[in-house]
C-alpha cells in the first residue's frame, strides 16, 4: 500500500513542497530546487534557503536610523 507520502511524489505536488524520503534525498532536493525556480522571485529564494534571509543593514543619516 503506498503512503501518504507516496502519493504525494508521485502525484508530482505542484502548489506545496515535496515530502522528504530519507532514501531519496538527492531527488527530492532537485525537485525542491526546481518547485522554488519556478515561482516569482525563485531565485531569491532559493539562495535564501542556501545563504540565510537577507538581512538589510540600517543606515544612519544625520543621526537617524
Do not use: C, F, Q
Request: hydrophobic fraction near 40%; aromatic fraction near 8%.
Amino acid at each position: 500500500m503506498a503512503s501518504l507520502a507516496d502519493k504525494a511524489i508521485l502525484s508530482g505536488a505542484d502548489n506545496r513542497p515535496l515530502m522528504l524520503e530519507k532514501y531519496m534525498y538527492d531527488s527530492w532536493k532537485s525537485r525542491m530546487e526546481l518547485y522554488m525556480l519556478n515561482h516569482p522571485h525563485g531565485r531569491m529564494i532559493l539562495e535564501s534557503v542556501e545563504h540565510g534571509p537577507l538581512i538589510w543593514p540600517s543606515v544612519e543619516v544625520e543621526g537617524v536610523t
